[in-house]
């Protein structure tokens, strides 16, 4: 079993930034890959940036190409998300995910609470 955790998310102004962090315990010397969503209201949960925990690999979705970076700490067991240049439309509520390799199928296995970002003009 594996529990994640958001935090680090909050109010700010277009072009400005923040750092999201993803704290995973329980059994995580098994992960695959983690990954973050968002959600924003009315909308359907959408992929943002994953990555493997081994490193050596990240993907983003077009629309923050260039302005998110997703990272981890394997020492803290946490992955980050450092959004910058942050615009309105970044406004969601951002979930972690994790990809376990001890669980078959695809598709994530577990999901954190989510964090809310909110982006002002």
């Known amino acids: 079993q594996v529990q994640l955790v958001e935090s680090g998310g909050g109010l700010v102004q277009a072009g400005g930034s923040l750092r999201l962090s993803c704290a995973a315990s329980g059994r995580t010397f098994s992960l695959y890959a983690m990954g973050w969503f968002r959600q924003a209201p009315g909308k359907e949960r959408r992929f943002v940036a994953a990555?493997?925990?081994?490193?050596?690999?990240?993907t983003y979705a077009d629309s923050v190409k260039g302005r998110f970076t997703i990272s981890r700490d394997n020492a803290k067991n946490t992955m980050y998300l450092q959004m910058t240049s942050l615009k309105p439309e970044d406004t969601a509520v951002y979930f972690c995910?994790?990809?376990?390799?001890?669980?078959?199928?695809?598709?994530?296995?577990?999901w954190g609470q989510g964090t809310q970002v909110t982006v002002s003009s």
């Open positions: 995910a994790a990809d376990d390799l001890a669980i078959p199928g695809g598709g994530y296995d577990y």
């Open positions: 990555m493997r925990w081994s490193g050596g690999s990240a």
